[in-house]
């Protein structure tokens, strides 16, 4: 049986080619199968063996990033690749993306946020969606310390917002050895995609998050007694967990205010580098508002590729010829229009 392809709907940016439609793997067509499926397939990593290296992101502070190098680093383009909520530099689609663009040539450079892959005791605060400073100063370690002339970031989900916020935050005023940044599935309207993780067909993936969040909490109180307490009544959700956890640890007055200042969606109109935005309007629990939609399609930086399937951080087509992850394609083919070659 054939099926209808995804048309995606692109913005009006005159120097990027239409990409190829979407056509979702048989059996995989909703969003909630494209996502599950996208979580667990198993995927062969091309990677060779990592340098790791501890990138001091503020004082007191630093990640972990896993870091393969071309021969002759500084002549090479590198791509720094951020993970979403509760992953890590392993998390598969990290893995995939990063062989892919090491295929072509690129240095890739697997960036753990803060606390996350083990790192807990590198850093006493917790990481959020709006440390978009901690993606900006591993960009500039790689200009500064390894004289990288050519460097382009890819973002997954809430990375996909710390990326853009980056992005939108240095405006113009970015290094000029950034060269583009690439996005799938990004949590730029965080409220929105918060409430819509507690609606009953996501409660799933809300308890996942939430599991993970309280262990990694209870990690940091035991690391660090003096800066922590313990929680006398767990969070039953997300928000809640923002409200209590997030919010009063980070300097924001609750979880409101956390959403409104973290979210990428109020900065994404000042992007001045190209930019690739991949999202699906059957992603289970990232929500795009109209508001932030029309943002992103009205700045002449941003390409737009929104499906109508593909679900979240997913968008697996056949293997025909590839290994059908279709939004890794869009995006190593975005890269190297951009000069990432």
Sequence with gaps: MNQTPSVPSVSSNPTEELPDAFIPRRFLRG????????????????LPPAEDRLIEVEEGTRVLCHCHWQPERAARPAVVIVHGLEGSGASQYVIGNGSKAWA?????????MRSCGGSDQLSPTLYHSGRSADVGAVIRHLID???ISRIGAIGYSMGGNLVLK???????????????????SPAADLAASADALHEPLNRVYE??????LMKRYRKKTSLFPDLYKKVTREPRNLREFDD????????????????????????????ARPALVIHSTDDPFVRMLPETRARLLANPHVTMIETTRGGHCAFL??????????AERQIIQFLLRQGMA
Excluded: C
Excluded at 31 to 46: C, D, E, M, W, Y
Excluded at 105 to 110: A, D, F, T, W
Excluded at 317 to 326: C, I, K, L, T
């Design 207 to 212: 308890w996942r998050f939430l599991r993970n």
């Design 145 to 147: 310390a390894e004289g």
């Design 104 to 112: 072509v040539g690129m240095s890739v450079v697997r960036m753990n």
């Design 244 to 271: 209590v956890i997030t919010a009063p640890y980070s300097g924001f007055a609750d979880a409101d205010d956390y959403y409104a200042r973290a979210a990428a969606a109020r900065v994404v109109d000042k992007i």
């Design 166 to 184: 980056m992005a939108g935050e240095w405006g113009a005023e970015a290094p000029r050895e950034l060269l583009a940044v690439a996005t799938v």
């Design 31 to 46: 969003g909630h199968a494209q996502t599950i499926a996208g979580n667990f397939l198993p995927r062969q990593s091309l």
């Design 317 to 326: 087509a056949e293997p025909n010829g590839y290994d059908g992850r279709w």
